[in-house]
């Protein structure tokens, strides 16, 4: 296995849950449009950017919408109720274990790297004073290219001087895992093993969890698969 010098985080699902806000904001506008969709749908939306994700509701919705300006008005509309529901998020929304473990990679002299789909990370990341331990972020706004493409971890590895195969990226969705394999990162999934049985290693969360527990881990899987 690769010596490891970086750790590059999603955001939703692996630093804090924001995935209730998303589905909130994302419902309330189907609703005013005139129909409803499930929390089974919303885990769909995991990783991918809002565009993508509005069209995919407005189809739920039996909804065809191709005008642009139409598709940037309802994003907006639902991302104004979105900021006003995380703007009211404190640091208690870090999930468990997650600022333990950034405080050992800092120790250890490990470049922490964010890259999330989300336009609202830096927010975020300030709501929940996490912002410091951040060496870059690479978010929504400086990404062309939905998750499973790799360009929000290749940039992040770039920004921070690192190459894929020095790189962890811990994610919690499908495509998230995707991308970080098809980019050359090892690929740890956060989360239930049976729907990301395609990371190198999955852990439940990060409760308990030390940075030698995931080397040792991840050598054990590449090793199996070489």
């Known amino acids: 296995m690769n010596k490891i010098e970086t750790c590059i985080f999603d955001l939703d699902g692996v630093i804090c849950d924001t995935a209730k806000y998303h589905f909130r904001a994302w419902r309330r506008l189907a609703n005013e449009l005139g129909f409803d969709f499930t929390e089974e749908e919303n885990e769909q939306l995991k990783g991918v950017s809002r565009i993508e994700s509005l069209k995919l509701i407005l189809h739920w919705g039996g909804m065809t919408e191709n005008d642009e300006e139409v598709l940037a008005a309802y994003a907006e509309k639902k991302n104004n109720w979105y900021l006003e529901y995380i703007d009211r998020m404190t640091p208690d ?13 800092k120790a250890k002299g490990i470049k922490i790297v964010l890259g999330s789909a989300s336009k609202n990370s ?12 951040f060496d870059a972020i690479i978010d929504g ?3 062309s290219k939905s998750k ?15 190459r894929p195969k020095n790189c962890i990226v811990f994610e919690d969705a499908e495509k998230g895992i995707e991308a970080a394999l098809k980019g050359g990162f090892y690929a740890v999934g956060v989360g239930q ?17 030390e940075f030698e527990d995931v080397l040792d881990a991840l050598s054990s899987s590449v090793g199996s698969m070489a």
């Open 193 to 209: 093993p049976d729907v990301l049985d395609e990371a190198h290693i999955v852990i439940p969360s990060f409760e308990y969890l």
């Open 122 to 133: 830096k927010v975020i990341l300030e709501r929940i004073q996490l912002t410091h331990y």
């Open 93 to 105: 929304e870090r999930l468990v274990g997650v600022t333990a473990f950034l405080d050992e990679l």
């Open 148 to 162: 499973p493409d790799p360009e929000v971890f290749l940039l992040g590895a770039a920004e921070v001087g690192s």
């Open 141 to 143: 706004n400086s990404t």
